[in-house]
């Protein structure tokens, strides 16, 4: 199966081990040096309709991604980590 970046927008980031459901993938971070994908981001939940800003963003290691579906993305969450809430 060959996949776009931009058509991991639509696919789902669920937790293999307990069935979490983490969201969809919002960004990915890249090395340019190596041409390779280092992790997948995954957006925070709006807080209060967005007007209290975002939770923290989700960020999974290359490594920790186990499985692509058509419509999913099935990984390891223990390797999960976040990163600061977004004022967007």
Same mark, same amino acid.
Not at 57 to 72: L, M, N, Q, Y
């Given at each position: 199966?060959?996949?776009?970046?931009?058509?991991?927008?639509?696919?789902?980031?669920?937790?293999?081990?307990?069935?979490? /459901?983490?969201?969809?993938?919002?960004?990915?971070?890249?090395?340019?040096? @190596?041409?390779?994908?280092?992790? $997948?981001? !995954?957006? =925070?939940?709006?807080?209060?309709?967005?007007?209290?800003? /975002?939770?923290?963003?989700?960020?999974?290691?290359?490594?920790?991604?186990? @499985?692509?579906?058509?419509?999913? $993305?099935? !990984?390891? =969450?223990?390797?999960?980590?976040?990163?600061?809430?977004?004022?967007?």
């Amino acid at each position: 199966m060959i996949c776009r970046i931009v058509d991991l927008q639509y696919k789902e980031v669920i937790d293999i081990a307990d069935g979490t /459901r983490y969201g969809f993938v919002g960004d990915v971070e890249l090395d340019p040096e @190596r041409g390779s994908i280092q992790s $997948i981001v !995954v957006r =925070g939940h709006p807080r209060l309709l967005g007007l209290l800003g /975002r939770e923290a963003d989700a960020v999974f290691p290359w490594s920790a991604v186990k @499985r692509f579906g058509t419509d999913i $993305i099935l !990984v390891d =969450g223990a390797a999960v980590s976040s990163r600061g809430r977004r004022n967007r």
